[in-house]
């Protein structure tokens, strides 16, 4: 084992012992069996140019003169293809998303290993020991480990847990794809938020569509409208189209007057109406926080057929835990929640089992006053009425809670509702 800040510097000597000059980089490839890159070449500056000698010619690397097993006139340079790794130049120093911390931090070092006459990228330092190394000051960091104890390797981060970002800016490391569905969407747009706008970009592109929706959702709107800034309109009217038509029209409000029109031309109908009726409510009244996915159901609906309706429209719907009653002209009638629904009788009429003392707030009610009602009836959510007593959406608590509690905090609030 050793660590490429340790090893670069180091005199490269030929088979007669006769220096060429000295280490400054590591060539590692990808292609391998396992997940961690192969160290194919080092790189040597030598008086003249640099050499770049493969690993096939080396005789020995963890040493304090790396020995070659021939004479530098007999080497035939190694030639990297195009997604080969330097890892001094593109990896140290870069920033890495640490999947255990979730966070994302920088490369201090990287740890190699010999397995079988091959060398490989091990783990990846994130920690203070590294930063040591890179300092020049080895002796404090070995120090350092021998007090916390050989099982205590802070930092440190198994290469086997990030991947490659190519791209035209200096190389960057992510989590592998199949590994970002695995983040919660509120863990990735914390991620997003330590990154640069570039590297931002780069991240969003490797999402799906979905996994992209809901991540925008856990940041503010107008870090949002910076976000989906460079995105062609098709892309940000799909975006828009997954999120909750709340969310969606926060955002749109964000954006240019010109743009927003565009986007809401390039969204399906349906869902263009939802968001239009939202934005034609004041900022921080009920109208302009709540959303129109909720499930809504008639007094004569029996149990069964609710719960069959649920499981082809929950989806589709903020939150199920509430469901709502309606008569044919949309006037809000009852309430009942997910429990109730389970508990019922099959055959057991909604007007039986639902609860008709209302708590409701009207379009224009303040958002402060909404959050108030939340807080004193303890709901997961509220209805929205007008004078008629007609539905037209719901707000849920965390939107409720939005402008009296931080967003962090806001983030922590369990939905259950989901």
């Known amino acids: 084992m050793a660590y490429v800040s340790e090893l670069l510097g180091r005199p ?19 292609h391998t069996i396992i997940p961690h890159p192969k160290i194919v070449a080092i790189v040597v500056k030598c008086p003249r140019a640099n050499l770049i000698v493969p ?23 190694f030639q990297p293809e195009e997604h080969d790794l330097y890892l001094a130049r593109d990896v140290l120093d870069k920033q890495i998303i640490d999947m255990n911390g979730v966070r994302v931090v920088r490369v201090n070092d990287l740890e190699l290993t ?68 695995e983040l919660h969407p509120a863990d990735l747009a914390e991620i997003l938020s330590d990154l640069s706008r570039a ?22 709107p107008d870090f949002q409208a910076s976000l989906v800034e460079t995105m062609t309109d098709e892309k940000v009217a799909d975006v828009l189209e997954e999120m909750e038509p709340d969310e969606a029209a926060d955002l749109l409000a964000e954006l240019p007057q010109d743009r927003s029109r565009e986007l809401l031309k390039l969204m399906e ?24 996915a909720y499930v809504a159901v008639r007094p004569e609906q029996t149990a069964d057929q609710i719960i069959a309706t649920l499981r082809k429209t929950a989806d589709k719907a903020e939150t199920i835990y509430y469901v709502y009653v309606t008569e044919p002209d949309e006037r809000l009638v009852g309430v009942f929640s997910l429990r109730e629904l389970i508990l019922a009788q099959p055959e057991t009429q909604v007007s039986e089992f639902m609860e008709r003392r209302l708590v409701t707030v009207d379009l224009l009610d303040r958002q402060d006053d909404v ?16 004078e008629e007593g007609r539905l037209h959406g719901i707000v849920t608590a965390d939107d409720a809670l939005d402008k009296i509690i931080p967003t962090a905090w806001k983030k922590r609030i369990p939905r259950l509702y989901h």
């Open 12 to 30: 490269v000597v030929e088979v007669n012992g006769q220096r060429i000059g000295r280490l400054v980089d590591f060539v590692a490839s990808g």
């Open 55 to 77: 690993t096939t010619d080396l005789a020995v690397l963890f040493a304090p003169a790396i020995a070659l097993t021939r004479a530098a006139g007999g080497i035939v340079p």
């Open 114 to 181: 010999r397995v079988n006459d091959h060398y490989y990228v091990s783990n990846v330092d994130i920690g203070s020991l590294g930063l040591l190394r890179r300092l020049g000051v080895p002796k404090a960091a070995q120090r350092l480990a021998g007090r916390l104890g050989r099982g205590w390797l802070p930092g440190i981060v198994p290469w086997s847990d990030v991947e490659l970002l190519p791209g035209g800016q200096p190389m960057r490391l992510k989590v592998p794809s199949d590994k970002i569905a």
């Open 199 to 220: 590297e931002s970009n780069q991240l969003l592109e490797s999402l799906d569509m979905e996994t992209l929706a809901d991540t925008l959702e856990e940041v503010e």
């Open 269 to 292: 109908r349906e869902g263009a109406d939802d968001v239009r009726r939202l934005l034609a409510y004041p900022d921080d009244t009920a109208g302009s926080i709540m959303t129109t």
């Open 371 to 386: 959050a108030q009602s939340v807080a004193k009836y303890d709901l997961l959510a509220v209805p929205v009425v007008d």
